[in-house]
């Protein structure tokens, strides 16, 4: 059954999911490490950003020539709870802790043999980073370490060689590493940059060396993903928040510790998972006691987690200790109700059907053992031991009263003027051409009148030659994510106007045939940004929302592949039920 709240209506259906793959065969192809995957898994994170910083008034202490570091004197907290950061991480549903080890100003949270720039050195006089430690062991929560190479800034101003520099840097990540361990991940900040701005360093000794210190980590410790750094393409942004849709596979470059290019391209021979991250508060550190600083509530936690790790990213949020050395309780009675909120939502209402292996022309048939479950979510997740595989992918519904299928709407930007199915093209005067419309594509499929202009370098470009030719009446130009149509312009002559939401297209209209088209009347109501199907990539996991439905039945059905074999690898499909982003959880608490 479908329940339509909103109408009262209620009507019967079976959903179908179907998708194109794009083919790749087990060998040859990218794939994630074990540790790659065991940290898409884990999805969220909780950053710690606490250091001697929160004692002083800058938010990047002792980082820019002539600026004093701010004394390990003052580095005393009050009332220091390592236990109190670990029981808010599994309160968040965070299965992973990044704690600021030292930051960019080289303050340590241990007791270190390479610097007198550490708590060892202050009022406070302990081991933070070992409390940490017995914390996250005893709670069952992985450690994550923030200690970039070439930032330090209490080194730099002690005017230290290039070699001293990195072998002590080096030393530092050894103790880490060895002593402070197991480490699930480094927070590598500023990869694979040089010295400068934020990061202090002699001049000379990065990017040369960077691959001493992947080496290092390689030798000691090799279950340690490093992301950021060469092991995913780590903080992007800083605003949470991650691009849809989700391409590991990527080309690595000449210097061995970057990757990009990523696409759904066979051809691709490295993994790379997507990181983003962001901080709850109004800066990365607390200021004092930090009781009121703009800390996030739980609903704009929600939004940013369906963003990220809700399409396949992991997600490292901030909850920045105060002076007193705990999270401030505003902060964490906000996490708590989202973490609430979130393990009842990733609870799923059936068993999932999982572990499927099987061609593209064999539907897989999901027999909910709930009778009449109700739902508004569904999740599903790609094996991603064999690579990625899912193209692209659509939600569809059989409505038995009508006996009919019928597509649940798109995840999709808010559509240009005009109808967002075929018809009329948007008003645009003769000889003009409208503005460009992001993530719609004019040209789905080829249809007739379509021909490749050629590879252009965007889409301002390609609108160019469109307006050029008196044979384009509408182009669409793809981004470099495209795979095969990667930068490629096509120019659509003809006046049928079919635009479709899809990430990554940039199209626009010329009218140089066109009937008048200034007398269209209103575009219909686009529905809310974060409702529907995405389409395109599944990865980690990707979960879409839909109209809340009943039924006993889901049938995963996958149209045609990429190219090759067509073999997909599921590792679960799941029915939830929760509110969307653009909703409050109040209202399901």
Known sequence: LELNMASNSIQVVLVVISVVVFPLVVSGIATPSAYQNAEMDTGLAQFMHFSVDPFGDEQHNCVHPGQPCVPASDFNPSNLSTDQWVETAVKFGAGEICLT??????????????????????????????????????????????????ANGYLNNLKLSSEEFVERQLGMLTELLTSYGPVSRLWWDHYPSGCGGLAACPEGSFPAAWPKFVNLVRKLSPSTVICPGPDCDGHQGESGIGKYPTWYPCTGESDGLTCSNHGPNPAATVFHPYEACATMASGWFCKGTCEDQGFWDADKIWAHYIDSVGIGWINTLNAPPSTVGQIPSNLVNNITIFGEFLRKFLTPLAPPISNITTQCSQPIVYNISVPITTFNAIMVKEDLSYGQRVFAYDIDFYNMTSSSWQTFPRNAPIPPPGPPGPGPAPPVPRGQCSPIMNNINLVRDLPNGCKKHGVTPDANSCLSACQADSTCNFFTWHDEHQGNFAKMCVFKSGDQYDPYPQSGHYSGVCNHTLLDTTQHGKPKPSPKPDFGIHGQSVGARIIDFVNETQTTKIRFRCNSTFEGDGTIYIKSISVHAGTSPSDSIKAYQ
């Open 101 to 150: 080890a030292h930051h960019e100003g080289g303050f340590c949270l241990w007791d270190t043999n390479y610097s007198n720039y550490s708590v060892m050195n202050s009022p406070y006089g302990k081991d933070v980073v070992k409390q940490f430690v017995e914390s996250c062991n005893k709670h069952g929560v992985k450690i994550c370490y923030y200690m970039g190479p070439n």
